[in-house]
């Protein structure tokens, strides 16, 4: 396999969901195999409770995240406004009757945000998964099958990880009719190589242990052993990669959507933020048109970003800080 | 030197994808581009006819030739440096536009993308050291903010109340626009000051990547034993700091350096669309506006290929500072 340079743990920069060498959320006594999938999950949710409950940056992140869920299920229900309904009232600043005033065509900026939330969470954790079925489907074939098979597949994955992810969305976005769904998918097709080399490193570690082999030998399907007998045991690994995979398609989308491919039909906060810029909100002076939905887009990252992190530092000990201190005092002490 | 070959070799299976998948997807997609845009172009009234040849070998329309003739043609064309015309610059070719705009672009990129892995890395280094500390919470609290911001939507903000409100500097174009380009000192000034606020933009909304990643992996190396013998040598904390924990802790951010250079270049371009910096950003927004395909494609693959060439500094930069990787080669 080329490219041994890369230590798995490595960037905790741009989304590269690298950085889940160690795999978080393993209870210690959660075995490999005898336990039913029910007990595993329900070992899975105790052991999120818990980081919830031990750690600060979960405990906030997940706080976000779970806000911003609400206000895209229920939003629609406290706000009346139609948010694409044109009114006389023409960008007009922040008040009472509107909460974050009115754009250019006097549409309620308010109104737009809260449905907007909508359209980009619903989009950027659908993507999300998008992304990580790919990524599970080539890295566990490919890491389980190897021979030709791994070759194809981690060349393929290799060759993707050096074109820039953006650029080719915009070459492929260009042609197709400008819906979410298009935006989606073709970020979805640029965005899986990672969690893809992520997860195949892992299967490769896999593949030799006991519980495998005992299913190999009592004569498994090979894609039952995959992805009913190795699958199972990466979960931890998939929802953190899904965690960084999600901050990156969310910003890849309201990327595309800022530069204009989003549906014009509908909002959301990257089209919010194409339509200000594209009307000249600069000029006029509408900051309430362009700040609030790119901040809502650094909120929803930031919470899931403090989710990333927290998880690292509950599966790796020695980012923790307290025990850092103590350690240090000993060492004084000795 | 073997692994560097393969490497070599995936890169330039990397460019083939790039240009195969840029030569098949318009022709795979629904409602033929080309026609649509021979429409648009014949509503203008007088059409060059050179334009229209242009646009058939661009997209082979009109063509009798079969698809796999098609593809070497264009091939053909590309190894030339033909990259078609540009409808949106006509008569300009692709080419042409791209030359008059990438300098801006490097000059820009190298100068921001520099500024801010060595400030962001540095200050990493400190935020390990100084780990628990109310600046490293702090600083790790603005830094997951950053982290998860949008690029173009960071510069509206820093043009609307930097530029625009507060008019502390230039916030449109890449000089100011009555001087005449060239190696004058006023147009140099103007250049470096319209420089400034674009090049903070990018500086702000990557260096959180660089000093995370240098933060956690800094901690990681501080528990070495090594770590530890130094010290108890009595090296000054200065040695300790830089000389034996960051020269081992940076790995993992040259590293993310080659996999960050694609998001890099990417969202450079939203930030001179911002800006209306006369980079190949903001001709590629020009070129998608118009739906000048030829433009977007030309600027794209440059974009594939920088990113590429870039990717295969960081490999050769990686030989050197990690000598592990040097002995695998020889094995």
Redesign the interface.
Known sequence: M??????P????????P?HVSTPPFQPAGMTMRGESDGAKVLAMLRSARRAIATNRKVAIGSGIIAFLILVALLGPVFVHQDPLKYTLNLNAPPSGAHWLGTNQGGQDVFAQLVIGTRSSVFWAFLTGVLVVLISITVGLVGGYMGGAIDDALS?LT???????????A???V????RTTLTIALVVALTNWP?GARVLRAQTLSMRSREFVTAARASGEKTWRIIFSEIFPNEISIVAASFVTTT?QV??AV??LE????GDTTTISWGIM?NQ??VSGA??T?T?WW??P???C??V???G???LN?GI?EVADP??R?RR??LLRKKAGAA | MRRLIRRIGIYLLAIWAAVTINFFLPRLAPGDPAKALFYRISQHGYVNPSLLNALYSEFGYKTTDPLWVQYLKYLNNLLHGNLGISTTYYPNTVGDVINQNIRWTLILLSVSVLISFALGTFIGVFMAWKRGSSLDTTLSSVMTFLYSILYPWLALLVVYFIGFKAGWLPFSDGYDLSLTPGWSLDFILSAVQHAILPAFTIVISTIAGWMLTMRNSMITTLSEDYIMMARAKGLTTRRVMFAYAARNAILPSVTGFAIAIGTVVGGQLLVEIVFSYPGIGFALFQGILGQDYALADGILLLVIIATVIMNLIVDLLYTVLDPRTRQEGSA
């Open positions: 080329s490219q041994p340079s890369l230590t743990g490595s960037p905790a920069s741009l989304g590269g690298g060349l290799n060759v993707f990880l050096v074109i820039p992810s953006l650029p080719l915009i070459v492929a260009q042609y197709f009719s990672w901050i969310l910003l309201a990327g800022f530069l204009g491919f933020l200000s810029y600069l000029l002076g900051w362009f700040a939905p790119g901040l887009i650094a929803l990252g930031s899931l970003a403090l992190f690292d020695r980012l800080i850092r201190r």
